[in-house]
């Protein structure tokens, strides 16, 4: 089954307490992308991917770090984690044919204490 | 800067009811929308993507119009039922050359037996 893959579904952890989110996708996508999700603020961008070893800003990458070393996969990472990253994340992948229809991972909620 | 809005931001109907759900984005140059829905614990799925060369695309019950020159664009679900309760999220891509979709907040649909 066509799918992207995120895990965990739920992360509860302290303040500067580093942890990764990790993403994986199985349809051979050129295209990844993180996006968090806030209310009242909708989907805001986080990184995305191009391809492997591609990678570039979002509309709020600070505080995140990315890496896509395999075409598969693109964990997220917060290296000092603060409280106003507690959100909603998804992780989303497409293929760069012109219609670049975004196929979304189940979602990561994190709270940060 | 590119701008999505999406009015009402709820909507509670009886079953069987045809309804339109709106979506208005403030610079008209854009390369496509796609309209999501999201269920609680299960992410985002794509139900339509509109190029801008397009000016509706159909999917079942499902019709999504576009007039780039008027900023708008409408979901029309016909006969609806109680699975489609959900959220309701519009998507535009602002061009060719950036993968970046920017979402509306969604509108919250409930749909009553």
């Known amino acids: 089954e066509a799918q992207v893959t995120q895990n965990p579904r739920y992360l509860i952890t302290v303040t500067g307490k580093k942890l990764t989110v990790t993403c994986s996708q199985n349809?051979?996508?050129?295209?990844m992308s993180w996006y968090r999700q806030d209310p009242g603020l909708g989907l805001r961008q986080i990184y995305y991917?191009?391809?492997?070893?591609?990678?570039d800003k979002g509309d709020v990458p600070e505080g995140y770090k990315v890496s896509r070393k395999e075409k598969r996969n693109f964990p997220l990472i917060l290296e000092s984690p603060s409280p106003n990253q507690t959100s909603l994340y998804f992780c989303?992948?497409?293929?760069?044919?012109?219609?670049?229809?975004?196929?979304f991972g189940s979602g990561t909620q994190l709270s940060v204490l | 800067k590119q701008e999505v809005t999406q009015i009402p931001a709820a909507l509670s109907v009886p079953e069987g009811e045809n309804l339109v759900l709106n979506c208005s984005f403030t610079d008209s140059a854009i390369y496509n929308l796609q309209w999501f829905r999201q269920d609680p614990g299960k992410g985002l799925t794509s139900l339509l993507l509109?190029?801008?060369?397009?000016r509706e695309q159909t999917s079942g019950r499902l019709n999504a119009s576009l007039d780039k020159s008027s900023g708008r664009s409408t979901l029309y679900i016909a006969a609806s039922q109680p699975g489609d309760s959900a959220t309701y999220l519009c998507?535009?891509?602002?061009?060719?050359?950036?993968?970046?979709?920017?979402f509306g907040t969604g509108t919250r649909l409930q749909v009553f037996p």
């Open positions: 989303a992948s497409s293929l760069r044919d012109g219609a670049e229809k975004l196929f």
């Open positions: 509109i190029q801008s060369s397009q």
């Open positions: 991917s191009m391809n492997v070893e591609v990678t």
């Open positions: 349809m051979n996508h050129e295209y």
């Open positions: 998507a535009v891509r602002p061009g060719m050359n950036t993968d970046k979709l920017i």
